[in-house]
């Protein structure tokens, strides 16, 4: 339990709720990342509030990692990705793009990922989105539980 | 075109902002805690992270009091209208893409947020998950026609 940092986790939570609020009462959108990125493909229609929606996120990942050196990741930048599980004798870079394949379709057909569904689709009592969150929830623990990864 | 006017953008950036910096403070961009919460095999040792949950929860909290709000507004503040979903069918689509959804957020630890959060630290291999995952979701829309995408598109 060392490493559980309740504080922390409700005021990073606070910013990602405080997020989707403004996007929704200022703008009326979903502040649903799966979407933001999937659509920035053709044939996209709105891709230039995508962008500036999604360099803000990295900017602003850089900067609180500079400015915020005693909160959070206390200045400590992830340098690597968890490596794949031993004795699957999957190299990580495969497993990687495995994982990455999976959550890139996946969120297209049902729709969104933790933030569309999990956040703004749960505050706004969607039935689909109660779903999804249960199911994508669910498997995600099997997952871990099934592969070791940690 | 109300979508590329400086305070709808400016709303886009500031939407942004806070959520990179909410997803770097709550360290949910290290892959590695998230998949400690998503370790359930670990409650009996005593060596589960409920982070997580604490997380999400006061955001969900947070964005309700926001829908509450608009629920007495015709419009937001930047719009015409509240881009919400008005599909609500529960079908296979969205049961089978949360399924894949789950498998691969489990097999990595970090979800579509996180991901492109990373860009700013650009730790080994990112690049290649991000990649994929666009591969993904283009692959993904081939799956889905195309009046249900704009349907349900009009929103995420």
């Known amino acids: 339990m060392e490493s559980f940092t309740p504080l922390t986790a409700a005021l990073g939570g606070c910013l990602i709720g405080l997020a989707s609020a403004v996007l929704w009462l200022g703008n009326g959108r979903i502040a649903g990342i799966s979407g933001i990125f999937g659509q920035l493909l053709p044939p996209a229609q709105t891709v230039v509030w995508r962008l500036v929606f999604l360099l803000a996120m990295v900017a602003a990942a850089f900067l609180a990692a500079r400015l915020l050196p005693s909160i959070g990741m206390g200045g400590d930048v992830p340098a690597t990705l968890v490596p794949a599980p031993t004795g699957w004798g999957i190299p990580t870079p495969v497993w990687l793009a495995i994982a990455g394949l999976l959550t890139g379709i996946g969120t297209k057909i049902g729709n969104g990922c933790t933030s569309g569904h999990g956040v703004c689709g749960l505050a706004r009592l969607s039935r689909r989105s109660m779903v999804a969150v249960a199911v994508f929830f669910a498997v995600a623990m099997l997952t871990v539980a099934v592969t070791g990864i940690v | ?156």
């Open chain 2, 1 to 156: 075109m109300a979508n590329l006017k400086l305070p709808y953008l400016t709303t886009a950036a500031l939407s942004g902002g806070l959520f990179g910096a909410g997803l770097y403070v709550s360290q949910m961009v290290d892959a590695t805690k998230v998949l400690r919460f998503l370790d359930v095999t670990a409650i009996p040792s005593g060596g589960w992270d409920p982070s997580l949950a604490f997380v999400i929860v006061p955001a969900i909290v947070i964005m309700f009091i926001a829908v509450r709000i608009s629920r007495r507004r015709q419009a937001p503040l930047f719009d015409l209208a509240f881009h919400e979903p008005e599909y609500d069918r529960i079908d296979r689509r969205l049961v089978g893409g949360a399924v894949l959804f789950g498998i691969g957020w489990g097999m990595a630890g970090i979800c579509p947020g996180p991901a492109i959060s990373l860009i700013a630290f650009m730790p080994d291999d990112l690049w290649i998950f991000l990649l994929t995952m666009l591969i993904g979701s283009y692959a993904g829309s081939l799956f889905v026609p195309s009046g249900h995408a704009r349907r349900l598109a009009d929103a995420k």
